[in-house]
């Protein structure tokens, strides 16, 4: 056993298979293949990602979880394209939940989705699962044909030997195939070189579109089991408060309910149709505990707090990057800027809201659940509810927008807890639109304050960030975070400055005030690069410079990000000059917890046209300009979907998002009070891929939506001289820095 991420992990087992790959080893599991070759008629499966049928069709599993992003594509098409599969003849299938077959490497063997870390992490193993498949069709072919493997050959779903012009179908060998006695090993020069790539790199179709446009998807809310209940919980109006008192009389006398049940979070009201327990649910009357530390949270007075303890430099916090004196360079800078920033609280607002399936019966658990966690449910589920992970069989459907939402365990622990007392009946839970708003982990309300030291010609000599806020990792996981000493990298993520600055330190200052946080859609970055990318606007108008200019001036160490810098600059036609519109521009990078030279960084640079209601305050952007460098580029049609949801996502929260918290209770609900981004107030939206072919692939998940934001910011910025400091930029806000 070992440990990581606070999680104890299961070794590879014996039949895990040691790939040596350019002077690092993968771990590939290879299980069951003898015994699926006993099955005859029904495939030949060569390791645990690939089986092929007899009648051609080649089904590779999907490790993940597909939330929109296009993974059950992208991930499928790599092993495909080093097995030579036939895409056409491809079926993907949702893998069940095995850490020791389908860990993921980017998690250290645990089997999450999330931090843009699939296509990066399995990226290497799927190729040498792929190759590998291809060798053992190849020795299959060998064997039968009695020529040597080396005179053999593959093309799309076809071994060939090139001398007797013979061929024959993967779909053939698997019917009649003998699997070698010694799987064939596989080294980097088995590997595909890229200029003989099918389909990494190539616009393949996604496998998901065809059942999610015709109804026959199935996410968590389409589950339907023999038998089921169903269940609403009423939760608690504050964080860490508990029922003391129920009446239940007028839930009970519902038609449909079967049973209402304590939690140590609230009441469930369990029935046999769906309705049944909302009425039921409504009818309850509780009294709740007063005694919680979020009786005292008001989001209003928390940030106004943590700008103080930003302000307050005798309170040290966990440095996160230092490099030179910052002190010594500030107190010898001929001039200092000061700048401030707040974000609030936004909830994820996915559109299917949680939910989840459980079923007990002989001391075995069976979940299905739209989850990116399906492995932590198995481990933290083993904890909780006191059995041991291989009796927890999860089945992960598609999610209707995870986020980081879908990280959490909450839903379907609800589900578990439900099914250990129905009788072996399974029970879904199912989350109302203000069940998951109001309970969401929402993303951390933060302070920042910056100091930047200019030299007499306005060259940044020292640059001081300190960033408060509350931890995630503290809560969710604990051991990370004290190994981390106190650091939290998804809070302070993209803090690390990109730019060449001589002395840099970067704090992060953990305040908790009760309410707990969660991971969001880029996390950190989704303010930390919103007030470095404003600030740096800021300076370029110090030095009187353009701040594209500024920027490529600062990025000369960083040709990726420089590259995307001037390309977005010159999609969006930079120079020209536009009547009532306004232009701004934003960096980012992403690769969590990676240095900023780390080849696995993503790059992405947003040119923002917007027009502004002076007297309204209201902004609106019309068209955005992204250039993004992913490494390379798996699969370049899905990279420009997900950078347009990630656009989307990020202006939604720019302009609109905001989650209030009153004497620790939730002031919006749903949608008419908890503002999105409607149809209407999308703009038009262009991206350029940029593909670096020497770097291996980053995700593409985050990197969409943190530079939304600063680049709005310098658009009204430079045209009216406002400082936009405060996310979001509602029109209010935007009034009152018109009028600073």
Known sequence: MSKHNGYEAVSLSR???????????????????????????????????ATIGADGIVTIMFPSAEMGQGIMTALPAILADEMDADWKNVRVEQSPSDMKAYGNPGFEGIQITGASRSTQSYFKPLRVAGAQARKVLIAVAAEQWKLPAAELATEPGMVVHAKSKRKISYGQLAAKAKLPAELPKVTDADLKPMDKWRYIGKDVPRVDVVAKTTGKAVYGMDVQLPGMLYAAILRAPVQGEK?????????????????????????????????ATKKGKAALKVEWSKAAPARNYDSDKIAAEY????????KAGIVVEKHGDVTAALAGAAKVITAEYTSEHVAHACMEPMNATAQFADGKFE????????????????????????????????????????????????????AMHSGGKPVKVIWSREDDITNDLFRPLTAQRFKVGLDKEGNVVAWQHRLVAESIFARNNPDAYKAAKGRDAPVDDGAELPYDVPATQIEFLREPRGVGVGFWRAVGCGYTKFAMETLIDELAR???????????????????????????????????????????????????????????????ALVAEVSLNRASGEIRVHNIWVATDPGIAVNPRIIVAQIESGV?????????????IKGGEVQ?????????????????????????????PSGIGEIGTSPVAPAIANAIATATGAKLRHLPMTPERVKAALKA
């Open 542 to 604: 110090e030095k009187k410079m353009d701040s594209v200019a500024y920027r490529l001036e600062l990025l000369k160490k960083q040709p990726r990000a420089a590259a995307v810098v001037k390309a977005a600059a010159e999609m969006a036609e930079w120079t020209k000059k536009r009547d009532g519109r306004f232009l701004g521009i934003a960096y980012a990078d992403f690769g969590p917890e990676l240095p900023v030279t780390s080849p696995m960084k993503n790059h992405a």
């Open 648 to 660: 989307i996502y990020g202006l939604s929260a720019a302009l609109y998002e905001e989650i209030t």
């Open 243 to 275: 029922p003391e008192k129920i009446d239940d009389a007028a839930a009970k006398a519902v038609k449909g309910v079967v049973a209402v049940a304590p939690l140590p979070y609230g009441v469930a009201v369990v029935g046999a149709t769906v309705e």
């Open 367 to 418: 979940v299905w659940a739209p989850t990116q966690a399906a492995s932590l449910i198995q481990i933290v589920g083993g904890l909780v509810f006191k059995t041991t992970p291989d009796k927890i069989t999860v089945h992960t459907t598609l999610l209707g927008g995870g986020f980081g939402r879908r990280f959490e365990l909450d839903f379907a622990f609800d589900a578990m807890g439900l």
């Open 668 to 696: 919006q609900a749903n949608f008419d009070t908890y503002r999105v981004l409607r149809q209407q107030d999308a703009p038009d939206i262009h991206v350029k891929v940029m593909p670096s072919l020497k770097d291996p």
């Open 15 to 49: 039949r895990a298979f040691m790939v040596t790959t350019g002077g690092f080893s993968i771990a590939v599991a290879f299980g069951g293949a003898k015994t699926a070759l006993a099955q005859g008629a029904k495939g030949l499966t060569p390791n645990a990602w």
């Open 307 to 314: 700008m103080a303890i930003a302000r307050d430099e005798k």
